[in-house]
């Protein structure tokens, strides 16, 4: 049992690096942040559209597992707002289609695998984040 929950951790490990060096790599002149904020080259409608997209998705995370639950008290977030769903999936396929799309006049192809690994190493990166939203531990109570 142990042993599948070490090769998890390192997986998890694994691809939080290589989100870190592909971001700290960029095209090997920049990072990836500098070069999507200030190349010319990127498609900036795109671009912008997957920041707006993205930012609505982390303000919808911090509303319900968040605003809902730590403050509000509501156990299951979810059913309370269950259009919430609907709104983050499309705002999260949203932002990555359009980083995709926006990247695409600087690395072509490699725009693809960039995205996916960026993503994969930022949603890995809320398993360090147990307490908060899915990932949080529920206490079973007993019947008495």
């Known amino acids: 049992m142990w042993r599948l929950y070490l090769l998890s951790q390192v ?12 971001a700290f790599y960029g095209n090997g002149e920049h990072d990836l942040l500098t070069l999507t904020l200030y190349t010319k080259q990127f498609n900036r409608y795109f671009i912008n559209a997957a920041i707006t997209s993205t930012t609505v998705n982390v303000a919808l995370f911090f509303y319900i597992f968040i605003w809902l639950e730590k403050f509000q008290g509501i156990v299951d977030a979810t059913e309370a707002a269950p259009w919430a769903a609907a709104v983050g999936g499309g705002t999260f396929s949203g932002s990555v289609i359009c980083f995709m799309l926006g990247m695409w006049p600087v690395f072509s192809f490699l725009s693809i695998p960039i995205v996916i690994i960026e993503v994969y190493g930022l949603v ?21």
């Open 11 to 22: 997986q998890i490990v694994f691809w939080i690096v290589l989100a870190t060096a592909v």
């Open 124 to 144: 890995l990166t809320m398993h360090f984040a147990p307490t908060l939203g899915i990932f949080r531990v529920h206490s079973k109570k007993k019947n008495q």
